[in-house]
């Protein structure tokens, strides 16, 4: 006797597992791009001679999109760290989820997101 054909049911759960798992390997791969962009700027020092590369943003639905898309100044290099004004700063330190409390100074912000971007250039 035949076996009885799978119910929309048991379909519906497959699809679910892989969908599980792809949102998964998705996850996997924008951390494998992020940690990749982290070493490549560190290779680029102050970044004057060899652009930094841009890290997405991480969007609550485990999308991604880079900074420039949402009217933020490109951070190619040291200096444009530096010069940040102090509403884009927060507003990159916010989207990167680098912790942050409101009274830390300039500088201690300015560092720790060139720590993230993987920028080793010194301020200045």
């Known amino acids: 006797m035949p ?3 799978p ?14 798992r792809l949102n998964h390997i ?8 992020e940690v990749l962009c982290q070493a490549y700027n560190q290779g680029c020092r102050s970044g004057a001679e060899r ?10 639905d485990g999308g991604v999109e880079l900074p420039e898309t949402v009217g933020l ?7 444009a760290i530096e010069n940040l004004e102090d509403a ?3 507003t990159y330190l ?3 989820n680098i912790p ?7 500088r201690t912000k300015i560092q720790r997101l060139k720590a993230f971007l993987g920028s080793t250039f010194p301020s200045s």
Do not use: C, S, T, W
């Not at 119910?7 to 599980?20: A, G, R, S």
């Not at 652009?51 to 609550?60: D, M, N, S, T, V």
């Open 51 to 60: 652009p930094y590369k841009a890290i997405p943003f991480r969007l609550p």
């Open 3 to 5: 076996a009885d054909p």
């Open 88 to 90: 884009d700063l927060n």
């Open 94 to 96: 916010l989207q990167y």
């Open 100 to 106: 942050r409390a409101g009274n830390l100074n300039r």
């Open 26 to 33: 998705e996850g996997r791969l924008v951390d494998m791009n």
């Open 7 to 20: 119910n929309l049911m048991d379909i519906n759960q497959h699809l679910h597992v892989i969908d599980e």
């Open 73 to 79: 100044p490109p951070l190619r290099d040291a200096r």
